[in-house]
């Protein structure tokens, strides 16, 4: 269903001087190269993640600000390369000078309390640019922190830790690694019961190198007609999916995919509901890529403790016009095969395409990424207040990095456990999208909304 709007929420945050922090004793200066995967175009960007944290009697008198902190420092000490910088080298080469120098931290105090964000936590978050903040030079992918860190205090007792990942240095799984190693250290654990792994080499291209598989996902595409989406007038809403919602969409599944995934038929869905609201022609291609944690599929598997980036994106591509003129079915069976396409051979034979071609970007026109981020654990992240009543990405993203939309485990009021995903599309297309959505859970007779081809 349907969350509602951008909260009408105002309160003012007051900020500290941003600090760096520094691993609490000296750390190795060197350099460290990033994977032929890390280092593509498409990760060159910043992820926003969010957690907030209700008040814990037993924590009383601990200020999590300074718990944290000190924390973050210690963590440092193992995750060294996430204080230093990131340098370009030949071929557009990504490496981690080992600086020390550290992350940047941030201290504020907002008077709001939690409740007051309501019963059901949505993104878009009230004035989240203020839970978050963008300090002037901080932003850039190279010389720039790899980390910034907001932790804000709330009237009630409870926090806001908001955190800014340069995505070239990890994945989820490898910031859940490094937040949980955060979390012993709060706890008052000497080192991280898990210890990273650097070892960026084993994702590297072949040599020699060997394009064996099709990468549709970084297909060159002219944007011809100008369906690229622009940042202008940019509606943002969340869509919660519970036990009734799966249930519902279910129902338009044939029998031979009754046992599609939840992911699966909720990826179905959105996509098709998606390619209506923004009225592409009906001859035109578009494109889902679907993120896949190859981690599984690798033998042997990488060490325990690596926390670089292991996933690939393929697409799953089709025109506008089979997507959604033909039942929800055709989109599920695209989805699935896509998903199915991921093997070690696809992953090697992906690095190599990267390296041969530039480390390009992945195809924007007409295309939409999706990341299941349910089992990676962010909310489980517990500093000693307790786990989070929210945790994940803080946004859907639609511009430089590309139309992008994440899968975020998620309780809402009812105490039903379920998905939210925030959606990202010009204000117009935003409500054709909430209309062709709700025809679905309802049941209703849906239409292909498509335009007919240009001669």
Known sequence: MAGPTTSSLVFTVRRCKPELVAPAKPTPHEFKQLSDIDDQEGFRFHVPVMQFYRYNPSMHGKDPVKVIREALAQTLVFYYPFAGRLREGPGRKLVVECTGEGVMFIEADADVTLQQFGDDLQLPFPCMEDLLFDVPGSG???????????????????????????????????????????????????????????????????????????????????????????????????????????????????????????????????????????????????????????????????PTGYYGNVFVYPAAVTTSGKLCENPLGYAIELVKKAKNEVTEEYMRSCADMLVIRGRPNFTMVRSWVVSDVTRAGLREVDFGWGKATFGGPAKSFAGAAGCISFYVPYKNSKGEDGIIVPISLPAPAMERFIKELNCLLTDKPISSGLKKSKL
């Open 140 to 302: 850039g992918i190279i010389n720039c922190p790899l980390l910034l860190i907001q932790v804000t205090r709330l009237k009630c007792g409870g926090f806001i830790f908001a955190l800014r990942l340069n995505h070239t240095m990890s994945d989820a799984a490898g910031l859940v690694q490094f937040m949980t190693a955060m979390t012993e250290m709060a706890h008052g654990a000497c080192a991280p019961s898990i210890q990273p792994v650097w070892q960026r080499h084993l994702l590297n291209a072949r040599d020699p190198t060997s394009v064996t598989c099709t990468h549709r996902e970084y297909d060159e595409v002219a944007d011809t007609k100008g369906t690229f989406l622009s940042l202008d007038d940019m509606a943002h809403r969340s869509f919660f999916f519970g036990p009734i919602e799966v249930s519902t969409l279910r129902r338009f599944m044939p029998r031979h995919l009754s046992q599609c995934s939840t992911f699966e038929i909720i990826t179905a869905c959105l996509w098709r509901c998606r390619t209506i609201a923004l009225q592409h022609d009906r001859d035109e291609e578009v494109r889902l890529m679907t993120i896949v944690n190859a981690r599984s599929k690798l033998n042997p598997p990488l």
